[in-house]
């Protein structure tokens, strides 16, 4: 249970930089996820911490100790890998309690740490087994409890669930949260899928091309995404570029969008993000709602009916909407219907790289 | 068609295995002549065990299998480690180096060898049998280990390294016992490929040092009695067991389910 920072990190392989300036502090005893998309240097990352990558510049602090030029084994990590990883000539219990070995735990209290960590994953009855004799996810399971026997400063997790189907993914992933909680470790989970980001982590960093484009709390980079990239990979946005004038944006059709987020001074181009289930939709006679502001008129041009929800798409002078609405009302709006959209300032954010 | 089929496969066979039958058959047959009517005799057996020359030879020819076998495997696997996990310099070359000897012919290589160690001093005999059996067969042992280690992932080692483990321990606990199945077919062929070599052995043998194979042969010059078909039969038994182990534990993918 220990604090890890890296501090200036950058790696490239030949020409290509894969990494470049990655500071970043896990607090102790906090889930941090890296998110990204394929190729994007999470993998990368993650097994710098390990010690299975060196970095060509920069820091890798666990605790107090920096670890930079330390061996994996010295480490004190745990890992899990996404193939889980296993050792198939050794029973489940055997697989456990290597780690053990390593540091000269062996016999009786050997034994009784592998059941402890066994029966946390709930597979008390499995020891005897082989890996091979267990489906993907008590393998997975398996894993786990080996990486976290040991007491490592340190859990790391490069996409473990991603072989497993949806529903085993999903138990998993409360499985997971549970030991992470009853253990304390601080972990670091590495993860293309935004959901999974969003579900289990303290925080979430993302990566974009070798570098950490946002670090915070889920709601945090959800709601108030600082980068074009970082709102498209966490869902659907709705984006509208203008410039500012007297203390709103002015979009090219005439629309003025009001944000209660700070702006630039008045005449400098600006790009503002509308998640599309923040956006409310409604037939021109209905009644505004309290507080939300900013109102276009339009029509729909699509309806996407999925049972508790639909997508709706939306034109209004030109720009376009899309729209995400619980499956409330009497009957769903059609293509065609002259609709109302309002939504508030405080769900537009400003994005601060280029439109 | 299909009696066709089966009839050129018994062909074949007959073809294959006849003459090894009628070699067989005429070890056990009384006339030195190898004339008929077949009466059976062990009379050729009993003669081997006191033919000093054809007993010497067979023991240089275990002995050597045994040691190549040995060295081969320690070195061929060492390199197929080195090949298929570690990066180091020259790597590539190594890689495609160390198989065409496989297609080089072994008279080709016996020449080679024999000009080699006459001109570096190693000389002829037991020694220089032993060098050219361990180069001739480490390319088959790291073809043997190297198809075994592209069976066992790499993550396992890393897993144990994660774990607590250094290099070299990740390595002995967990890719070497799941190896051995490739490791010990590795060692029977290195084995085999000693046993069976005539050429280079003709080439490097001196008068006390040569192996069965050059034996056999040089009696068959000089005029043979049923003796070279009784020390036949038991080479033929040696070897048909090795390869029946070959088959047993090189299996493909035998790495990974033995566990
Ligand atoms: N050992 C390596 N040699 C060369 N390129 C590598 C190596 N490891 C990773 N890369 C490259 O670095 C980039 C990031 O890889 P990775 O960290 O695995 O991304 P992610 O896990 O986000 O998919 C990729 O373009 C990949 O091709
Ligand atoms: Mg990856």
Redo the contacts between chains.
């Keep these: 249970m220990t604090a890890v920072d890296v501090t200036a990190i950058a790696k490239s392989y030949g020409k290509v930089e894969v990494l470049s300036d990655i500071t970043t502090h896990f607090p102790e005893g906090s889930f941090t996820s890296l998110l990204g998309p394929s190729g994007s240097g999470k993998t990368t990352l993650l097994r710098i911490i ?1 010690g ?1 990558v060196i970095p060509d510049t920069g820091r890798v602090t666990i605790g107090e100790r920096d670890v930079t030029r330390v ?4 480490r ?4 899990v ?1 996404q ?1 889980y ?5 050794m029973s489940v219990a055997d697989n456990v309690a ?2 053990l070995a ?2 000269g735990v062996k016999g009786e209290p050997a034994r009784r740490e592998v059941q402890r960590a066994l029966d946390m994953v709930h597979l008390g009855g499995f020891g005897t087994r ?1 890996p ?1 004799q267990l489906s993907g996810g008590q393998q997975q399971r398996v894993a786990l409890a ?2 976290i026997v ?1 007491r490592p400063s340190v859990l790391l997790l490069d996409e473990p669930l991603s072989a497993l189907d949806r529903r085993l993914r999903q138990e998993m992933q409360v499985e997971l949260l549970r030991i992470q909680r009853e253990s304390g470790l601080t972990t670091i989970f590495v993860t293309h899928d935004q959901e999974e980001a969003l579900t289990l982590s303290d925080k979430v960093a993302i990566l974009d091309r070798g570098r950490i484009v946002q670090i915070g709390a889920p709601t945090e980079v959800y709601e108030r995404p600082r980068t074009r990239f970082a709102a498209e990979f966490l869902g659907d946005t709705n984006f509208f570029t203008g410039t500012v004038a007297d203390g709103r944006v002015s979009l090219r059709n005439g629309m003025r969008i009001a944000t209660a987020s700070p702006l630039p001074a008045n005449g400098a181009p600006v790009t503002l993000a509308v998640r599309p289930e923040k956006i409310t939709v409604a037939t021109r006679d209905a009644a505004p709602e309290d507080g939300l502001t900013n109102r276009v008129e339009g029509a729909i041009i699509a309806s996407l009916y999925s049972g508790t929800a639909l997508t709706y798409e939306v034109d209004a002078a030109g720009q376009r909407f899309k729209i995400f609405a619980q499956n409330r009302d009497a009957r769903p709006l059609a293509r065609g219907d002259e609709v109302t959209l309002s939504w508030s300032p405080d769900h537009t954010v400003p994005i601060e790289d280029a439109p | 068609m299909k009696l066709a089929a089966r009839t050129y496969i018994l062909a074949v066979l007959i073809f294959l295995y006849l003459p090894i039958a009628v070699l067989i058959a005429m070890g056990f047959n009384e006339s030195p002549l190898y004339q008929l009517p077949f009466s059976f005799s062990s009379h050729w057996y009993v003669e081997l065990m006191s033919n000093r020359k054809l007993l010497n030879a067979s023991w240089n020819s275990v002995l050597i299998a045994a040691i190549t076998a040995v060295i081969a495997t320690v070195l061929g696997t060492l390199a197929a480690v080195a090949l298929s996990r570690r990066q180091f310099f020259g790597k590539e070359a190594l890689r495609l180096l160390l198989l065409p000897p496989i297609a080089i012919p072994w008279l080709i290589t016996g020449t080679a060898m024999l000009v080699f160690f006459y001109w570096t001093g190693i000389g002829r005999g037991f020694h220089a049998i032993l060098i050219g059996h361990v180069a001739l067969a480490i390319p088959y042992v790291v073809l043997v280990v190297g198809t075994g280690l592209t069976t066992i ?1 790499a ?2 080692e ?10 070299v ?2 390595f002995f ?2 890719t070497l ?2 190896l051995a199945p490739s490791i010990f077919g590795a060692a029977l062929f290195a084995f085999a490929v000693s046993l069976d070599q005539f050429v280079v052995s003709y080439f490097l043998a001196t008068p006390g040092s040569s192996t069965l194979p050059v034996e056999i042969y040089s009696a068959i010059r000089k005029g043979f009695t049923p003796e070279i078909n009784a020390v036949c039969t038991i080479l033929l038994l040696g070897s048909v067991s090795i390869f029946l182990l070959f088959t047993l534990f090189a299996k493909p993918g035998a790495s ?1 389910d ?2």
């Design positions: 390990a299975f061996p994996v084994w010295a004190n990590i745990g890992m890998f193939s990883a296993l050792f198939p000539h290597f780690g390593q540091r082989k091979k080996r990486a040991t | 992932r993550d396992l890393e897993a144990a390294m994660s774990l607590g483990a250094p290099p321990k990740a606990r967990v016992p799941l990974r033995r566990s």
